[in-house]
């Protein structure tokens, strides 16, 4: 990776794309000005690292600028709400995240809109939820982990904030695959979860595959059950899978990048975009990304990314957390309790 | 092979294109750091998709180089225009923009320049030096010790603040009351006012801080006239020369500072902002003269300065060796680092891994922080001609700036509001002698407390013994921060009583 020369072409190709940060009108597919890309979350997230790898790659299909905009807050409700009122030519498109994202907009019953109001234009990846454990356990699969927990080996499970999916997923553990924690923690993201899990705060918890892919290079802690469907086996060899212990648990703990348009947006424009964001998933540059971090690079069509934020999806989710915790109302209840 | 690695960055650093990425990120940086509520996050992640057809270890050091540059840009907004172009330069307002006020802007951006670089100098050649240590120190920190760090700040409150205790006490729960807006993290108590989203995540404590500083300031400025500075003065090298005399001349604030923000900055989730202030009021309670605080106080600015690039350093060392960012900017980091195909992790650190890479990433900072002397002073005598142009100019300008900046942070209107609301009173608190100090401590580690104590307690099943009982709970750092709050509110009291007592 390091060394002491660098490629000349490289070089002149850098400088060409650093000057191109104060070009302005350059010439877009949707019109002659620069397209919007509105990523809910801050800068430096999961979903902004994914649309800044394929922003380039976009740009080159759509021969036209785009811009990303981070609209973060209210765990990514004010830039969903805030593209929901955008125009509907084309100038903007957003990244939103479901199944956690229409987890989080039925947990607030302010919200007087519906997912399904958006417009679908594609999907372009999935991560989701595992279980990292710290290596001083020498914990390999989810077996050892209850056994673990009922013997008082192991102390304390990191959740991602209470009344979140993350938390659902913990509660669900205990009560329908038999994962009885002594304590169970919420932390404030992702990054204080891993922190608390390699410093043995707490003994495990719950991470995304993509910070768990951290952890696990950090060579303190393992990725130990995947809690999606998606296989990981090329990112975690070996690792266990909650599907063996029960059912699965897909709906609650795998999400999309579905990218989406605000309502009205027309089906050709938003087709253009697909095309080049199929483009840009199929680019070699980006399959060599997911190689190299683990994370999941996948193309869906407008079908397939309006099936994961429509209404039978969104009914699915109801009728799931319905039979196991007795809905919405009773766990946002149940939490509000606990808090 | 430590030593090969070591000489094998040398030999990378030392090439033209890599020299120029440095620079040109450095310079970036300045710029982006220059313009209130603008900072670091927004500049790296600008420039992140624009670095990926560049040779990794160019692209890293081009987003490390605008990471640092920005440090030091946030110094210039915070000592001519009494803004933080960055959060973390917030405490440099404090004695910074009086002095411009004074006449002495030269002296204080010299100070700015050369307390950055020594400071940066400092921590990365103690981080080349001391990393295995540092990566072991992240690990022991964990959420009591970071609850405690923050209580550490709050107690500050009784050290910086300036006449009346009471209403430095009551300026401090004030700020504390600011953060108790929005939903309480982790838990799920919404306190949202009237079940706006915009108020989700509370009230965004920059835009306090634009509005505490910048427009308070403005509004009192609309009220004089002539330039910032007062009265007639004269803006030459010998305020360049003053600025560096003086900070050579405090070694010991600048070692400890520097030392401050490396390791608070190494405390994921705490970051530069709160070393900047626990850095400030350090210096004013080891101070002789800690009443000159606050009205021009050279000091002030050499311990705020020396904090914020250390914490550049101390950033890292979770980032690189953990992948946990520690903030956005080291968010945004990790995301150029995985971009680039390198996967933060021991192998960071490891000479058989990219150990050549972290060498070279440090020794880059080195040099950045060079770059950052000789641009800074350069710069000194143009930039402080700000402090002569008419307020009827300068107004206009910062408040745009301002609002510009804030809007930038999240888009969020509410920003918008903050901004004014808090402008206002800035204005009458400043007026009426409460301590903006006190509440601005308040303001940036309301949140910081709250979170972890809530997790601390539920670690413990609601047991305070946590942060005391190391017998129990094994946190020996706890006590010994527990101990240090303890000292640092009673300690002056205890110390008066003996006097009085030796004294009769």
Redesign the interface.
Same mark, same amino acid.
Not at chain 2, 321 to 325: N, R
Not at chain 2, 328 to 335: E, F, N
């Given at each position: 990776m390091v060394g002491g020369s660098m490629e000349r072409r490289s070089f002149v190709k850098s400088v060409g794309a650093i000057s191109a940060v104060g070009m302005s009108g350059l010439a877009g597919c949707l019109g002659d000005e620069s397209v919007t890309w509105m990523i809910p979350w801050s800068e430096g997230g999961g979903t902004d690292q994914y649309a800044r790898q394929m922003q380039p790659l976009v740009e080159e299909e759509l021969d036209g600028s785009i811009e990303i905009d981070n609209r973060e807050g209210a765990g990514s409700m004010i830039g969903s709400e805030w593209l929901l009122n955008q125009d509907a030519d084309g100038s903007v498109f957003g990244t939103v995240n479901p199944a956690g994202w229409t987890f989080t907009w039925r947990a607030d019953p302010s919200l007087d809109w519906e997912p399904s109001e958006f417009e679908p234009i594609a999907y372009s990846g999935i991560f989701g939820y595992t279980i990292i454990v710290n290596n001083d356990y020498g914990i390999e699969n989810f077996d050892e982990l209850r056994d673990g927990y009922e013997d008082g080996d192991i102390s304390g499970f990191a959740y991602q904030g209470s009344g979140s999916d993350s938390h659902l997923v913990t509660l669900l553990l205990e009560e329908e695959y038999g994962l009885n924690y002594d304590n169970a923690v919420p932390y404030d993201g992702g990054g204080p979860v891993q922190e608390a899990v390699l410093g043995d705060e707490v003994g495990a918890g719950i991470a995304t595959n993509t910070s768990a892919a951290e952890a696990v290079d950090s060579g303190e802690a393992s990725a130990i059950v995947n809690l999606m469907d998606v296989d990981l086996m090329d990112t975690f060899p070996g690792i266990d899978r909650i599907s063996n212990y029960g059912d699965s648990l897909g709906w609650l703990t795998e999400f999309y990048q579905v990218q989406v348009a605000p309502p009205g947006t027309d089906e050709d424009t938003r087709q253009e975009i697909a095309d080049a964001i199929e483009y840009a998933v199929e680019h070699e540059d980006t399959q060599e990304w997911m190689d190299e971090t683990g994370n999941i690079v996948e193309f869906g069509n407008m079908d397939e990314a309006a099936e994961r934020y429509n209404e039978a999806a969104i009914e699915e989710m109801e009728e799931n957390v319905e039979e196991a915790v007795g809905g919405f109302d009773v766990f946002l209840d149940q939490t509000e309790e606990e808090d | 092979m430590t030593l090969e690695s070591f000489v094998?960055?040398i =030999?990378?650093l030392l090439?033209f294109?890599?020299m120029l990425w440095l620079v040109?990120g450095v310079l970036i940086g300045i710029i982006v750091g220059g313009l209130p509520g603008l900072g670091p996050?927004?500049g790296?992640? /600008?420039?992140?998709? $624009?670095? $990926?057809?560049?040779?990794?270890?160019?692209a890293i050091i081009l987003l490390i180089g605008v990471y640092s540059g920005s440090m030091y840009g946030g110094s210039i907004a915070a000592v001519l225009i009494n803004t933080p172009g960055v959060s973390s330069s917030a405490a440099t307002m404090f004695d910074g923009y009086p002095m411009s006020k004074q006449g002495r802007a030269a002296t204080a951006l010299a100070i700015s320049a050369t307390a950055s670089a020594i400071a940066g100098v400092f921590t990365i050649t103690a981080l080349i030096l001391f990393s295995p240590a540092l990566v072991e120190m992240?690990?022991?920190? *964990?959420?009591p010790e970071r609850f405690l760090v923050a209580i550490l700040g709050l107690a500050m409150i009784t050290v910086v603040t300036r006449g009346s205790a009471a209403k430095g006490l009551l300026a401090g729960v004030a700020g504390l009351l600011v953060t108790t807006v929005g939903a309480a993290?982790?838990?799920?108590?919404d306190r949202r006012y009237a079940?706006t989203?915009?108020l989700?995540?509370g009230i965004d404590f920059v835009a306090v801080l634009i509005g505490l500083f910048a427009i308070a300031e403005m509004m009192k400025l609309a009220g004089q006239k002539g330039g910032i500075a007062e009265g007639n003065v004269t803006i030459n090298r010998e305020g360049i020369t003053n600025g560096i005399v003086s900070t050579f001349k405090h070694p010991i604030t600048v070692f400890k500072s520097a030392n401050i923000g490396m390791i608070i900055g190494a405390i994921? *989730?705490a970051g530069a902002t709160v070393s900047n202030f626990v850095a400030y009021s350090e210096a004013v309670r080891s101070s002789k003269d800690p009443e000159s605080f606050g009205s021009g106080n050279e000091v002030g600015v050499i311990a705020s300065e020396s904090s914020n690039n250390g914490t550049v350093a101390g950033s890292l060392v #979770?980032a690189i060796?953990?992948? /946990? #960012?520690g903030s956005?900017?080291?968010?945004?980091?990790?995301?150029g680092l995985?971009?680039?195909?390198?996967?933060?992790?021991?192998?960071m650190f490891d000479p058989s891994g990219?150990l050549?890479?972290t060498y070279?990433l440090l020794l880059a900072l080195l040099v950045g922080n060079a770059v950052i002397l000789i641009v800074g002073l350069s710069m000194v005598t143009r930039l402080g001609y700000l402090t002569k142009i008419d307020t009827n100019y300068i107004i206009p300008m910062v408040v745009v700036l301002s609002f510009l900046g804030t809007f930038a942070l999240?888009?969020?209107p509410i920003d918008v509001l903050t901004v004014i609301v808090f402008g206002i009173i800035g204005f009458y608190m400043v007026r009426y002698n409460y301590s903006v100090i006190a509440f601005v401590l308040g303001v940036v580690l309301g949140d910081i407390a709250e979170?972890n104590l809530?997790?601390a307690l539920?670690?413990s =099943?609601g047991s305070f013994m946590i942060f005391i009982n190391p017998f129990e709970y094994g946190r020996w750092l706890s006590l010994l921060l527990s101990v240090m709050v303890v000292l640092l509110i009673f300690g002056p009291y205890v110390k008066q009583w003996w006097v009085k007592r030796q004294t009769a």
């Open positions: - | 094998g960055a =030999d990378t090439t294109e890599i040109i996050p927004l790296m992640a /600008i420039i992140l998709p $624009l670095t $990926l057809p560049m040779e990794s270890t160019s992240v690990l022991a920190v *964990g959420t993290q982790p838990i799920s108590v079940e989203l915009y989700y995540d994921p *989730g #979770p060796s953990f992948g /946990i #960012p956005s900017s080291t968010a945004v980091l990790i995301g995985l971009m680039h195909r390198l996967q933060p992790g021991p192998s990219e050549q890479l070279t999240r888009g969020n979170g809530y997790t539920q670690l =099943d």
